[in-house]
């Protein structure tokens, strides 16, 4: 491993990339796991958390600019979100929707809830007034207390797009109309090579005391992070060390459709081919270690033999104290053994 181990007697510097829904879940868990490991008198953490999140599958949509990935973390930070539908505000409404169905505005099978509006029109207004990226993302997460820094992986737009037998459409057509049964054939994110990371990442992850990847999806939540110019190298040269969660289990995904877009790039939806994907640090990789479920533990000793380590964990986030766990056994991992715990 490379370093892990910060002498200090404040908590750490934990650095998170992460995508939506499930990168949310596993946020949650460690902002409570830091809570529990390196309490303040406010009830908060003195550790310092900041998650880089995924803005790949941003869209435009009826004049509005949304963030699906920024939203949900802020929404399930907060406890608004919807933990049924698992995107969303709770208690929704959707009266503007009906209307822009109406008018045949929008796209019918992307329902735009009507608080959930008020966030994008929040967004768009302060875009439109010249606010980058971050500094938007900044005031949206500024509403409530989420005892986390939030920054989005870059300022330029990114969207991904998907090539399909069909044509090449939006990532969120793609995936919310077409449910990802539409075979892939790639994904493209116009403009990511030209972009720059949001101001304040790469600190952050030269920074870190650890660096964790979050359970999202390796190719359009956590791959276009890693695609922004600067992101991965930040990562390879962090003194911190890397600690990935697999988001597939047994074979499967542990929630979404992760298995069609691996197979649109050629790789094998099991929680090997994922670890062997990012790589080992100390063969080159972004990786020192790569948490793994029980139901796979048979894989550990390749991927040992990689140069990851692969501790065994139960992955599934079902409550908060589960993701807490997982949260806690992926900070264990990094050795941050020296940070006192009170
Ligand atoms: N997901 C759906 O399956 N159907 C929707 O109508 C939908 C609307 C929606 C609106 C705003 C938003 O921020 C997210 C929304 N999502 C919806 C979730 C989203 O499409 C994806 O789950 C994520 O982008 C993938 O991480």
């Known amino acids: 491993m490379t370093g892990g181990v910060a002498d200090t007697s404040d908590g750490p510097r934990i650095v998170v990339l992460a995508g939506g829904v499930g990168g949310s879940k596993f946020v949650v868990g460690v902002r409570e796991a830091a809570r529990r490991r390196w309490p303040d008198a406010a009830g908060g953490a003195r550790a310092e958390i900041t998650v880089i999140v995924n803005t790949g599958d941003d869209l435009w949509l009826s004049g509005l600019r949304l963030q699906p990935d920024v939203d949900s973390m802020i929404y399930a930070l907060a406890g608004v979100n919807d933990t049924a539908r698992g995107w969303g505000r709770a208690g929704e409404s959707e009266r503007v929707a009906t209307e822009l169905q109406a008018w045949g505005a929008g796209w019918p099978w992307f329902t735009l809830g009507d608080l959930d509006l008020g966030a994008h029109i929040a967004r768009t207004g302060w875009l439109r007034d010249g606010a980058s990226v971050t500094e938007v993302v900044d005031r949206l997460a500024s509403r409530?207390?989420?005892?986390?820094?939030?920054?989005?992986?870059?300022?330029?737009?990114?969207?991904?797009?998907?090539?399909?037998?069909?044509?090449?459409?939006?990532?969120?057509?793609?995936?919310?109309?077409?449910?990802?049964?539409?075979?892939?054939?790639?994904?493209?994110?116009?403009?990511?090579?030209?972009?720059?990371?949001?101001?304040?990442?790469?600190?952050?992850?030269?920074?870190?005391?650890?660096?964790?990847?979050?359970?999202?999806n390796p190719v359009v939540s956590l791959?276009?992070?890693?695609?922004?110019?600067?992101?991965?190298?930040?990562?390879?040269?962090?003194?911190?060390?890397?600690?990935?969660?697999?988001?597939?289990?047994?074979?499967?995904?542990?929630?979404?459709?992760?298995?069609?877009?691996?197979?649109?790039?050629?790789?094998?939806?099991?929680?090997?081919?994922?670890?062997?994907?990012?790589?080992?640090?100390?063969?080159?990789?972004?990786?020192?270690?790569?948490?793994?479920?029980?139901?796979?533990?048979?894989?550990?000793?390749?991927?040992?033999?990689?140069?990851?380590?692969?501790?065994?964990?139960?992955?599934?986030?079902?409550?908060?104290?589960?993701?807490?766990?997982?949260?806690?056994?992926?900070?264990?991992?990094?050795?941050?053994?020296?940070?006192?715990?009170?």
């Not at 600190?203 to 964790?212: F, M, S």
Request: net charge negative; hydrophobic share 50%; proline share 7%.
């Open 144 to 216: 409530w207390p989420l005892g986390i820094r939030l920054l989005p992986m870059t300022d330029t737009e990114v969207d991904t797009h998907v090539f399909t037998a069909q044509g090449r459409m939006h990532f969120q057509e793609w995936w919310t109309r077409h449910r990802a049964t539409l075979p892939a054939q790639g994904f493209d994110a116009p403009g990511i090579a030209q972009s720059a990371p949001a101001p304040g990442a790469v600190d952050a992850l030269a920074a870190a005391d650890v660096i964790l990847f979050a359970p999202s």
């Open 223 to 342: 791959g276009p992070i890693l695609s922004v110019p600067g992101i991965a190298d930040a990562v390879r040269a962090a003194p911190g060390a890397v600690v990935g969660v697999s988001p597939i289990i047994a074979g499967a995904p542990v929630r979404g459709m992760a298995d069609a877009c691996l197979a649109a790039i050629g790789l094998a939806a099991t929680a090997d081919a994922v670890g062997h994907h990012y790589g080992a640090r100390a063969a080159g990789g972004l990786l020192d270690a790569w948490l793994i479920a029980e139901e796979d533990a048979s894989l550990a000793g390749g991927l040992e033999a990689a140069g990851l380590r692969a501790p065994v964990h139960p992955l599934w986030m079902r409550d908060l104290d589960t993701a807490t766990a997982l949260a806690a056994e992926a900070l264990h991992s990094a050795e941050l053994d020296a940070h006192q715990t009170s």
